[in-house]
T-cell receptor
């Protein structure tokens, strides 16, 4: 069973379209995240949710809207896609800090978004 | 502010040799965790090793060890007996242990190439 699964793996779309990426984790973790990896491989956090509550929003444009219907799911909806949104988007989950031994993050396999 | 610095954009190592990937960090958090992740060309993020800031001993996981020098704020990854399959991007990361800053901050990565 995949611990953190995200769909789709690849997404090619035209500028101006709206798209969603879904993420699910079966690890029982309380916290979930979205990260963006740019063309230079730099990984930057976008959002974090703890038990469905938004904790971190790292100055991401309003066109990006995360939604967490329950603590096992965190979806990312992107409106009016732009060329600069092309990147790999990773979902991740972790136990809340203060629980577990290593506070490690488990990452999904990533979604490669290409805007043309 | 938290920061991770990886000064080696690329490293070469011969198979069966050891290699050290450098990482320095900066944080004002009293407690934090340091991580290394591997990203092969297939794109997934693979957790390698974790070091807690209060851990007295350096972490080891099979061929991976973390050379933790707290006073120098460095957390170098040592890979012993390199294998061709170790060729990948390697990211150093840090997690601060406080609620509002509970996020994993990444360095810019080091691309390791292992040659026969």
């Amino acid at each position: 069973d995949t611990a953190v699964s995200q769909t789709p793996k690849y997404l090619v779309t035209q500028m101006g379209n709206d798209k969603s990426i879904k993420c699910e984790q079966n690890l029982g973790h309380d916290t979930m995240y979205w990260y963006k990896q740019d063309s230079k491989k730099f990984l930057k956090i976008m959002f974090s949710y703890n038990n469905k509550e938004l904790i971190i929003n790292e100055t991401v444009p309003n066109r990006f809207s995360p939604k967490s219907p329950d603590k096992a799911h965190l979806n990312l909806h992107i409106n009016s896609l732009e060329l600069g949104d092309s990147a790999v988007y990773f979902c991740a989950s972790s136990p809340s800090f203060g629980t577990g031994d290593s506070y490690g993050y488990t990452f999904g396999s990533g979604t490669r978004l290409t805007v043309v | 502010a938290q920061k991770i610095t990886q000064t080696q954009p690329g490293m070469f190592v011969q198979e069966k040799e050891a290699v050290t990937l450098d990482c320095t960090y900066d944080t004002s958090d009293p407690s934090y965790g340091l991580f290394w992740y591997k990203q092969p060309s297939s794109g997934e993020m693979i957790f390698l090793i974790y070091q807690g800031s209060y851990d007295q001993q350096n972490a080891t996981e099979g061929r991976y060890s973390l050379n933790f020098q707290k006073a120098r704020k460095s957390a170098n990854l040592v890979i012993s007996a390199s294998q061709l399959g170790d060729s990948a991007m390697y990211f150093c990361a840090m997690r601060g242990i406080s609620y509002n800053t509970d996020k994993l901050i990444f360095g810019t990565g080091t691309r390791l190439q292992v040659f026969p």
